[in-house]
């Protein structure tokens, strides 16, 4: 038993020392001691440098985006001048109006166009959910069914992305109602809401 005993209270003795002689080698080198003052330094450096980043950026986004409002506005003022014009001369000579009119839906146009803002082109062609809300049907009179028939509220793309829907009315067979997924909603008010399930 005692020859069981004797390996361990070395092999203890060995592991105690080299943990003790590694621990005075790590004393006695100042390098070792530096490094973790050294890393707390640089990461506070690069927190400071990121902090700094973080604000900047936002400040020069919120730059863009008031130069982009004082451009659009600057626009928007152009128009409200115009319709100002067309609005005082139309009194007196109601052609004038029409053309001041006319003027003003150009302008706006243009505007638009110098924003990457398209209209959605939908009289005609099928109808898409992703581009269109249906706002109700009629019997295909020269339009195809399930084509847009007719446009009450012209729909745009802002950079190909859709800005806001237009609201068409869509052409389809009567008969086809119960079996093709279209429901008709009557409000309160008789007035008849149509859309897709």
């Known amino acids: 038993m005692e020859s069981d005993a004797m390996p361990r209270i070395e092999i203890r003795d060995d592991a105690q020392t080299s ?15 530096r490094e973790p003052e050294q890393t707390r330094a640089r990461l506070s450096r690069l927190t400071a440098d990121f902090d700094n980043y973080r604000r900047r950026t936002q400040r020069e986004a919120a730059e863009c985006r008031e130069h ?18 067309a609005l005082s001369s139309g009194a007196a000579d109601p052609e004038a109006l029409r053309q001041g009119l006319t003027a003003v839906h150009r302008r706006v146009l243009h505007l638009l166009d110098c924003h990457s803002v398209q ?79």
């Open 119 to 197: 209209a959605v082109q939908s009289l005609g062609r099928p109808f898409d959910p992703e581009l269109h809300e249906a706002v109700g049907t009629v019997p295909p009179n020269g339009v195809p069914a399930g084509c847009v028939a007719a446009e009450e509220r012209r729909g745009y793309l802002l950079n190909g992305r859709l800005l806001r829907p237009a609201r068409v009315v869509v052409a389809r067979e009567q008969g086809a109602r119960e079996n093709d997924g279209w429901s008709q909603e009557v409000s309160s008010n008789g007035n008849s809401n149509q859309g897709l399930l």
């Open 19 to 33: 943990c003790l002689s590694t621990a005075s080698d790590s004393a006695t080198s100042g390098d070792d001691l």
């Open 68 to 85: 982009g409002k004082a451009e659009v506005l600057a626009d928007v003022v152009e128009i409200a001048d115009t319709l100002g014009r």
